[in-house]
C-alpha cells in the first residue's frame, strides 16, 4: 500500500479504546459507519465540562452559566464555519440526524398538501424514509422512489423524469451508510430547485469522510450525527437555509424556544432556538465541535485519500476470496465495503469475526429496501476509519478466510 501523508500509528495513539482486548485479541474496530471511536482530545473537553463548568445555558446570571453558554455557542460557530453556512443561526444543534430529519419532515406537514410529490433515493436510511411516510400518511402527498443500478449509483435519468412542479420536496443521502456510494448531490439539488423543490440532505456517512460546503452546494437542509464524526452519542446538526427555518413551525414545544407565553397565546423565540426546546445536550454539543476541531487538525484531504488506499486494498484483496461478492461497486465511493460469501449467512460471518476481535455490521444497516433490491437478507459491512491500518485489513482478509473455511 502507498503511503499517504497521514501518520496512523500516531493518530492511533489518541483513542485508547484502540488499544483493548476483545476475546483476547487486540480489537480491529471496522464499524465505523456505526459508529466513530472518540480520541483522548475529545473525552477530555467532555471531563473538563463535568469537572469544571458543568450549568444550564441561556438562562443564568451566574459565571457558571455563561462559561457553558459561551462554549455552547463557539461550538456552534465551529460547527457552521466547518460546513460553511451562512449565519450561525442557520445551525440547530439536535439530538442527531433523525432527530434533525423529523423536524424538517414534521415542519412540512404545514407546507405540502394532497396531489403533491416527495421525491427519496433507493438507498435511504430508515430515519430518511419513515418520517416521509409518515409525512405523506399526514398530508395526501406522495411518495416516489428515485431507483438505482446493481453497482449502487443512483439512475439520474430516471430521477429527471420523476421531477416535475409537484416535487415539493426531493431528500437524499450524501454517502449510503450501506454501499458506501457518493451521490451526485450537485445535480440532485440543481434539478430539483429547476422546479422549485427544497433538498434534505443527509450528511449522516459523509461527515466522516468529507466536507461539504452548504453555500456552494446551495442546499436547503443538511444533517449529521456527530457520533460519527469522533464526537458523542446525541447530537447533532441541522442545517438549514434561514428562509427554510423561518417558514417551518417548531417542532417540540418547551423552554427555551419561547419568546413569550400566555395561556392565550405563545410567540416562538427567534432562531436558532425555535428549534431548540428544553435543555439541549450542552457537553455533547461542545465536545462536537472539538470533535470537528480534532478531525480538522488531522486534515480532511488526508483522511480521504488515507482511507482510499485502504479501500483499493481491502477490496482488491477480498475480490480473491472464491465466491465473496461485495455489493456497492459505484465508481465513486467511500471506504465501506459490503459483502457475502455465497451459501453463508452474514450473521455468522460476523460471529466468527469477532471471536477474533474483529468488530464488523451485519444485517440490513438500516436500508432494508436495498437489501430486497439486491434479495439479500443483509451483508456483512466492514468500514474502515483514518485510524484503521493496513494490518487491520489484513486480519478481516483472514477472519473471513477463515470463516469460509468453518461455515462451508
Ligand atoms: C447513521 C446514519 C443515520 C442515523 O443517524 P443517527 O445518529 O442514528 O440519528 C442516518 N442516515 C445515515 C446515512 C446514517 O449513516
Redo the contacts with the bound molecule.
Sequence with gaps: MPKTSLDVNTIRKDFPILNREVNGKPLVYLDN??TSQTPQQVIDVIVDYYQNYNANIHRGVHALSQEATDKYEEARIKIQKHFNAEKSYEIILTS????SINIVANGFSSLIKKGDEILVSAME?H??IVPWQMLCERTGAELKVIPMNQDGELLMEVYSELLSNKTKLVFC?H???ALGTINPIEEIIEKAHKVGAAVLI?G??AAPHLVADVQKLDVDFYTI?A??VCGP?GV?MLYGKEEWLKKLPPYQGGGEMIAEVTFEKTTYADLPHKFEAGTPNICGGIAFGAALDYMNTIGFENIAAYEHELLVYATTELLKIDSLKIYGTAQQKTSVISFNIDGVHPYDIGSILDKLGIAVRTGHH?AQPIMDFYKIPGTVRASFSFYNTQEEVDALLAGVKRAKTMLL
Design positions: 459507519a456505526a442527531g440526524t433523525t432527530h436510511h430515519s430518511n443521502n454517502i449510503s451508510n443527509d449522516a456517512q450525527s457520533h460519527k452519542t447533532g438500516c
